[in-house]
């Protein structure tokens, strides 16, 4: 095989990657959406398991007093066994908000700060896009920012026997 016919397989071969990556991306982000619905479902019924979501009471998360979520008799604030275990079974990142004044606080999380801590304390993005719909008591898929890093989302509020928004399940997963 001559040179130019070696070069022509490189060149064609590099042109065969390039477009199979092209492709796959939109099959990459359909599937991560799919992901993102399977992991709400799953921290959902983990949380249902548990019984009817109230708030009960105050308790602190870091330096903040915020109103205690639970599920049925399960107190969510700084417990976090359930966020992990919806992510040790689905990967990506879960959380449980609480509503607290206008806020919604992370009191459940394995969302991670930069010095690696989990960052419960921490507050939804009051400018964000998922608090729009939140506020307005729907759900809100789509990529966002936390804590500076982009991921992939899904928020739906989490109401109380009154119907009333009281916190928000999350789940997502950090964009490559």
């Not at 071969?13 to 992901?35: E, F, H, N, R, Y």
């Not at 606080?105 to 700060?113: A, E, P």
Request: a positive charge.
């Amino acid at each position: 095989m001559s040179w130019k016919h070696a070069f022509l397989g490189i060149v064609a071969a590099g042109c065969i990657a390039g477009m199979s990556t092209l492709l796959s991306s939109p099959g990459q982000a359909q599937d991560v959406a799919a992901k993102v619905k399977q992991s709400m479902a799953l921290l959902k019924s983990k949380a249902a398991a548990l019984g009817a979501p109230k708030l009960e009471g105050t308790d602190k998360v870091t330096d903040k007093t915020v109103p205690a979520i639970y599920f049925g008799s399960a107190k969510i604030n700084n417990n976090f066994d359930m966020v992990d275990a919806v992510v040790k079974e689905m990967g990506g990142t879960a959380t449980i908000f609480v509503k607290s004044g206008e806020d919604y606080v992370r009191v459940s999380t394995n969302v991670k700060k930069d010095d690696g801590s989990r960052a419960i304390g921490t507050v939804l993005d009051p400018k964000g896009k998922a608090i729009v719909a939140i506020r307005s008591g729907q759900a809100f898929y789509g990529d966002v920012d936390i804590l500076g890093k982009p991921y992939t989302t899904g928020y739906e509020p989490i109401r109380d026997a009154g119907n009333n928004v009281i916190g928000i399940y999350y789940v997502g997963y950090l964009k490559q």
